[in-house]
């Protein structure tokens, strides 16, 4: 009885650690159909925000610093979505229906984001800000001309240089100045500390459930319901299906689809910060968090069936209970009781360590794609249903 | 002299509701839509007819501004909205049924109705309720109103979707062939049900349509052919001749 809930248990913390991680990319691939290799990067953007008001919070002293982890959640949910909106209006939205210009465009969006948060202090982000002010404050300036139209090309190449080099150059002059080159987090991981209530667990018939893996499976459930209510009840969750299912027709209705396009980047990009902010708590956070999940929740995504949620639910906690049932050697310490076959038991105990459950899960995927190539719940077109 | 010169030109710009002048449309480098001028007056029924290929949906679909044209202009009362995208169209006042219907088909009747209210100028309100003028014009929505939409057969389709376009309060109706593939009865009711709207509403409507019987009630006909509109009048005067030439496979 122990072992089962045990296994249950941990298959569904497993699952609902996946889960939270896809869920937002459920939206961005699953109803929008972008390919986002950025999205584990959102995710560790979410997991250093939390980091950020760990930080803040620690000189308040005891009261305060105890629910941290529940003020960091928006702020993930925040700083991610603001990250997403400026993937989504900067590069994305240009890309529309171009998969594989979207998938090298969001790998290399990766990629830099990985770098910023090695390499950002007050210096980048003071230069940034000055290329920002002055390229699209200019472009804004400019845009009041009458001759807009067939002067941009001609004013973006003439202001793009201008306001680059203002910004490199500011960045020479200010650098001797180790203030603001000392790096905000470096290279190395940071550590999150959960908050002490998160710490130890319950114990239920003789086996202990960690806090902070409970946490996190009450912090799924209620994203889940907040994104099925979103979608299914709002007054934009409606405008949403509508533009995922009929593009074209949607904006005939006057449905602004670009608008609509943004907000649900934004919505998926936000809750992969708090799926940073979630997977936080089970480990240290460096720059490249977000390649330990990214393949994760593009499977989960996938053996759900594009575009639909119910199916990423299930297969979320499928691969987290396979994975630790494999993983654990539960399942090899299962056939020696039934006494099964040497040769089955060995096999399950080859793989009864996490790394060659994941390559055992992996080809169990590419088996069950054989047979349904569309995913769990196959859908015509791109719709979403709960 | 010049003053009632410009008092004319005003009543004629606001007398007409729409005003397509010199577009030219491409797929490509095909050329569609070649010169193609035409105007609705306010309040009237104007019907396109031609053969299948001729261009008539093009037109109506850059109308909506789902291409764009290389030349041309479209005056939409008294301001362009050449350069408008489709939904700045549609919250101006040009409620749209496509051909194909194209209903939202995983989202209920009711839901899909609702959309249609986005195309009113001051947006959509919390407060949503279907008018009740919609099930008298088209009662078997009414029962229907939990069932998504793509499990609705056509003729139900093509009046949830011109209920939809109503839902905004259009001043213009755009009707792509809305009795295609429709048995013959609902066919009376839609049309019916479109002179009821002209006839309470007094909004005007851009109809293209193959049924010759459709075809008879509306006020204007324009005929196109290869790209261009090559015949227009008032539909009174569109003889057995004129169908035959245009018409007729």
């Not at chain 1, 936000?270 to 089970?282: E, H, T």
């Not at chain 1, 499928?318 to 040769?343: K, M, V």
């Not at chain 2, 995983?106 to 099930?135: C, M, T």
Request: include cysteine.
């Amino acid at each position: 009885m122990s072992t089962l809930i045990e296994g249950l248990f941990n298959g569904i913390s497993i699952g609902s650690v996946l889960l939270i991680a896809a869920l937002g990319l459920a939206i961005v691939f699953g109803l929008m159909g972008v390919i986002n290799l950025a999205h584990g990067e959102l995710m560790m953007l979410g997991a250093y925000a939390t980091f950020v008001v760990q930080n803040v919070f620690k000189p308040l002293g005891e009261p305060w610093f105890s629910f941290y982890i529940i003020a960091a959640i928006p702020v993930a949910f925040i700083v991610s979505a603001i990250f997403g909106l400026i993937l989504e209006r900067g590069a994305i939205r240009f890309l529309y229906g171009r998969p594989l210009e979207t998938l090298l465009a969001t790998w290399g969006v990766s990629l830099i984001l990985q770098q910023f948060v090695r390499s950002v202090n007050w210096l980048l982000i003071i230069c940034l800000g000055i290329f920002c002010l002055l390229f699209f404050g200019g472009m804004q300036l400019l845009k009041s001309r009458a001759d807009w139209e067939s002067m941009r090309t001609k004013i973006v190449s003439l202001l793009l240089p201008l306001a680059a080099g203002v910004a490199i150059a500011f960045y020479f002059l200010l650098s001797q100045n180790s203030a603001l080159t000392n790096a905000w987090f470096s290279a190395r991981n940071v550590d999150v500390t959960a908050p002490a209530w998160l710490r130890g667990g319950v114990e239920v018939l003789g086996f202990q459930m960690p806090y902070a893996r409970l946490f996190i499976i009450a912090l799924t459930i209620l994203c889940l319901m907040g994104v099925y209510w979103f979608l299914q009840r709002s007054a934009w969750g409606l405008r949403i299906r509508s533009v995922t299912q009929n593009r074209t027709m949607s904006s005939c209705l006057g449905i602004p689809t670009a608008k609509v396009d943004a907000l649900t980047f934004a919505l998926g990009s936000g809750l992969a910060g708090i799926a940073g902010c979630a997977v936080s708590l089970l480990g240290s956070v460096g720059p490249n968090t977000g390649q330990n999940y990214i393949i994760d929740t593009f499977m989960v995504v996938v053996v759900g069936g594009v575009g639909n949620l119910l199916g990423a639910v299930i297969a979320a906690l499928g691969i987290g209970i396979l994975n630790y049932l494999i993983g654990s050697g539960t399942l090899a310490l299962f056939l020696t009781t039934i006494s099964a076959p040497q040769s089955m038991i060995d096999f399950f105990l080859f793989f009864a360590t996490s790394s060659m459950a994941k390559v055992m899960v992996f080809a169990l995927i590419i088996i069950f794609l054989q047979i349904k190539p569309a995913g769990l719940f196959p859908q015509k077109g791109r719709t979403a249903e709960l | 002299m010049v003053i009632t010169e410009s008092i004319i030109s005003d009543r004629q710009s606001t007398d007409l509701m729409l005003q397509v002048s010199n577009l030219n449309v491409y797929y490509g480098e095909s050329h569609i839509l070649r010169n193609v001028d035409l105007s609705i007056p306010a309040g009237q029924m104007v019907c396109l007819i031609g053969r299948n290929g001729v261009g008539k949906t093009t037109l109506l679909k850059t109308i909506m501004g789902l291409l764009s044209p290389r030349t041309g202009n479209i005056f939409f009362g008294d301001r362009s909205i050449t350069k408008l995208t489709p939904d700045r169209r549609a919250k101006s006042g040009i409620g749209y049924v496509p051909q194909g219907r194209e209903i939202i088909p995983r989202v209920s009747v009711k839901d899909n109705l609702i959309l249609g209210l986005e195309a009113k100028p001051e947006g959509r309100k919390s407060q949503e309720s279907i008018p009740e003028e919609i099930f008298e014009l088209f009662p078997v929505l009414k029962t229907m109103l939990s069932r998504m939409g793509g499990d609705l057969s056509g003729g139900q389709q093509q009046q949830l979707a011109i209920a939809r376009a109503l839902m905004g309060k259009p001043r213009l109706l755009v009707l792509d062939e809305p009795t295609e593939g429709i048995q013959p009865s609902i066919i009376l009711e839609i049309e019916a049900a479109v002179k009821r709207i002209i006839a309470e509403t007094g909004i005007s409507v851009l109809l293209v349509e193959q049924h010759l019987h459709f075809v008879r009630q509306a006020d204007r006909y324009y005929a196109m052919q290869k790209g261009g509109i090559v015949a227009s009048g008032s539909t009174a005067e569109l003889t057995q001749e004129v169908i035959q030439q245009f018409l007729a496979v």
